[in-house]
């Protein structure tokens, strides 16, 4: 019954975005949103309900701006959430005030949109991935994190890429090979880990034609470069090393069992 209600509220604490934000499986449906907070480290933002009220919203991050330093610095984690998450926000209501009637409901999730993505217009997909995606980053970064992953997960890392120096440079060469623009992600993918990377602010729930990263995520890294530009310029590979020192393995962990 402990262990029960432990995880009850971790989940609890863990599902949350905000108003018009939670991203969660079946399990994470049964879990209802505090508005607005993401309270403690151990949070993970699982991808898929989003519970529309009247808006998307931008959710709190669950550690100040400078709590990264210094792997991730303060102005690129204040620029990059206030700024940049901000804009994917309001730009995603904005779309959905010029949707066609009978796509306004759909919009009301992002479940919904990732589902039928093909039928939305170019800025929903943009901007519905925007937020969802770095929601998601958020909830997998935390202060004193990286180390390596416990449980189902790491073994399931330790079985699938033969140790965890091997998935680190698999994770590491997919966020340095993806061209321009966009997301590094571990996902379950017909049951198995598999890495990969999408374009733009694209992710692997979207439902698009054609031979993109399909899965459930599980780790996600953003390579714009507005994610690092500030502290490492063109340097990518210095932000990826930097990643490794923050990743919330519980969030990620929670993620996988889910
Ligand atoms: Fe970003």
Do not use: C
Not at 102 to 114: A, D, P, Y
Not at 209 to 236: S, T
Request: glycine share 6%; hydrophobic share 35%; no cysteine.
């Amino acid at each position: 019954m402990e262990n029960n209600n432990t995880r009850r509220n971790f989940l609890k604490q863990t599902a949350i975005l905000s108003t018009g934000t939670i991203i969660g499986s079946s399990l994470f449906n049964s879990v209802l949103a505090a508005e607005n907070n993401l309270k403690t480290e151990n949070q993970v933002l699982e991808p898929e309900n989003f519970d529309f009220q009247e808006n998307y919203s931008l959710p709190k991050l669950p550690y100040s701006y400078d709590a990264l330093e210094p792997h991730i610095d303060k102005a690129t984690m204040e620029i990059h959430h206030s700024k940049h998450h901000q804009a994917y926000v309001t730009n995603l209501n904005k779309a959905i005030e010029t949707l066609d009637k009978n796509l306004v409901e759909h919009s009301k999730s992002l479940e919904n949109i990732f589902e039928k993505m093909s039928k939305f217009p170019e800025a929903i997909r943009n901007n519905g991935g925007g937020h969802y995606n770095h929601s998601l980053f958020w909830s997998l970064m935390k202060p004193n994190g990286g180390g390596t992953p416990k449980g189902k997960l790491g073994d399931a890392i330790m079985s699938t890429f033969g140790s965890f120096d091997e998935f680190k440079k698999q994770f590491s060469d997919a966020s340095m090979k993806r061209f321009g623009s966009g997301w590094a992600w571990l996902v379950v993918q017909d049951g198995k880990l598999v890495i990969g990377s999408t374009a733009n602010q694209d992710n692997p729930l979207m439902r698009l034609r054609g031979k993109g990263l399909k899965g459930k995520p599980v780790l996600a890294l953003d390579v714009w470069e507005h994610a690092y530009y500030l502290k490492n310029q063109n340097r990518r590979a210095d932000y990826i090393a930097s990643f490794w020192n923050v990743v919330n393995w519980e969030a990620a962990e929670a993620l996988f069992n889910s």
